[in-house]
T-cell receptor, first 116, second 111 residues
Framework: GAVVSQHPSWVICKSGTSVKIECRSLDFQATTMFWYRQFPKQSLMLMAT?????????EQGVEKDKFLINHASLTLSTLTVTSAHPEDSSFYIC????????????FGPGTRLTVT | GQNIDQPTEMTATEGAIVQINCTYQTSGFNGLFWYQQHAGEAPTFLSYNVLDGLEEKGRFSSFLSRSKGYSYLLLKELQMKDSASYLC????????????FGAGTTVTVRA
């Protein structure tokens, strides 16, 4: 159990367009999901925390109007990168905290975004 | 915030043992995690320590000393597939139970 999926696994888009990334917990309910960004050879940086049914909490320096997060159900959170620019190219990873096992956190496989 | 330090790189021979140290400073410690991450992939969970002592899981063991702000991940009987980045992460109740990650230790296993 405890599988998290992300879609798409990789995406290439043109500068100025928007991209939506989905994160799903497949076999558990997740009240909290996290979105991370990882640049090459760097560690994971938390972008935002999303709780089902409420607004996401963004980390300092992360533009909430640029990175729109929606956590519409206990198994789905989405991250939309709006008006993407080449500097947004990165590896975006979500993770989910099981509703009944809050001590655990499981990661999705990640989405590689390239903005041309 | 949290200061999490771990070595940048380590190299070891197949079949050997490697110990990756992690030191941290946090105001509301609520657990320490170790993750393995292969290049281009997401992290996979290895271990979780919240109390002092050693947790053993097959070839991997993790140790925690809360008073010293110190943990290590021990990899035994190294295999080539263990070549990866190993991330130390700390959860902080004073930071809304979020995980903060160290920069990662790249382990290279040589034949």
């Amino acid at each position: 159990g405890a599988v998290v999926s992300q879609h798409p696994s990789w995406v290439i888009c043109k500068s100025g367009t928007s991209v939506k990334i989905e994160c799903r917990s497949l076999d558990f309910q997740a009240t909290t999901m996290f979105w991370y960004r990882q640049f090459p050879k760097q560690s994971l940086m938390l972008m935002a925390t999303s709780n089902e049914g409420s607004k996401a909490t963004y980390e300092q320096g992360v533009e909430k109007d640029k990175f729109l997060i929606n956590h519409a159900s206990l198994t789905l959170s989405t991250l939309t990168v709006t008006s993407a620019h080449p500097e947004d190219s990165s590896f975006y990873i979500c993770s989910a905290r099981p509703r009944d096992r809050v001590g655990e956190q499981y990661f999705g496989p990640g989405t590689r975004l390239t903005v041309t | 915030g949290q200061n999490i330090d771990q070595p940048t790189e380590m190299t070891a021979t197949e079949g050997a043992i490697v110990q990756i140290n992690c030191t941290y400073q946090t105001s509301g410690f609520n657990g320490l995690f170790w993750y393995q991450q292969h290049a281009g992939e997401a992290p996979t969970f290895l271990s979780y320590n919240v109390l002092d002592g050693l947790e053993e899981k097959g070839r991997f063991s993790s140790f925690l000393s809360r008073s010293k702000g110190y943990s290590y991940l021990l990899l035994k009987e190294l295999q080539m597939k263990d070549s990866a980045s190993y991330l130390c992460a700390v959860r902080d109740w004073a930071n809304d139970y979020k995980l903060s990650f160290g920069a990662g230790t790249t382990v290279t296993v040589r034949a």
